[in-house]
């Protein structure tokens, strides 16, 4: 599977050790719940450093970020199934790596 199917995905995030913080979100795209996934982690850095007018952060601080969440997985749509298969925290990482490298490479 490419990064780039239009897959249907669903994020499903625990952020709390109660359960009651368990939630989902769903994008029309598995690239698109990556970049949904950073943005949730770019949201929390400025709620946590909001006298900053800049922020960076590196790939292991996002991966510390995922870490720390009690649950990460993802549920992508396989059409050929007609059901949705299911990806854990360490697929997750390693896709969120891929698309960010994507996004680095050099334009030609």
Not at 11 to 36: C, E, P
Not at 59 to 79: G, K, N, Q, T, W
């Amino acid at each position: 599977m490419s990064l780039e199917d239009k897959r249907h995905t669903i994020v499903l995030l625990q952020t709390g050790r109660d359960k009651s913080s368990r939630t989902f979100s769903d994008f029309d795209s598995t690239a698109d719940a990556l970049t949904g996934i950073c943005s949730m982690y770019e949201k929390l850095l400025r709620e946590l450093n909001p006298h900053l007018a800049e922020m960076t952060y590196e790939l292991d601080d996002l991966f510390a970020y995922l870490d720390r969440l009690p649950e990460v997985s993802m549920l992508i749509y396989d059409p050929s199934l007609d059901a949705y298969t299911p990806h854990t925290r360490a697929w997750v990482k390693k896709a969120a790596l891929a698309q960010l490298q994507g996004l680095a490479a050099p334009m030609r």
